[in-house]
């Protein structure tokens, strides 16, 4: 079965940092284009980064200058680098294929408050 995990959510000031994991099974990261999304309450999920195969990175607007997505082949596993946190960062954070190829994991909680 094919699943993604993602871990490294938690509470910070806002202006601290996170660093979001996604770790892969039964599927190889590697070999796809990938993505964070993240669903604020009562609001829909967004696209916040992509990371394509090609290299190329994609960022929200919000966001650009201040997270990193990368990868780390060895340890099929992608990552969110977090920096000068918001408030309005503040949601459950999924990582997927671009296409969300895959059933969406419990997501990773993430609160910027002071």
């Known amino acids: 079965q094919v699943h993604l995990v993602e871990s490294g959510g938690g509470s910070v000031q806002p ?4 660093r979001l994991s996604c770790a892969g099974s039964g599927i190889i990261l590697s070999s796809k284009n990938m993505a964070w999304f ?24 919000s966001v650009k200058g201040r ?4 990868r ?4 099929n ?3 969110l680098q977090m920096n000068s946190l918001r408030p309005e960062d503040t949601a459950v954070y999924y990582c997927n294929t671009v296409d969300r190829q895959v059933q969406w994991g ?3 909680q993430v609160i ?3």
Do not use: C, M, W
């Open 67 to 70: 997270f990193t997505i990368s």
């Open 38 to 61: 993240r669903q604020a309450p009562g609001q829909q999920r967004e696209l916040v980064a992509t990371l394509l195969l090609s290299t190329r990175t994609t960022y929200k607007n």
């Open 77 to 79: 596993t992608v990552y």
């Open 15 to 18: 202006g601290g940092s996170l």
């Open 72 to 75: 780390e082949n060895a340890d």
């Open 106 to 108: 419990q997501g990773t």
């Open 112 to 114: 910027v408050s002071s």
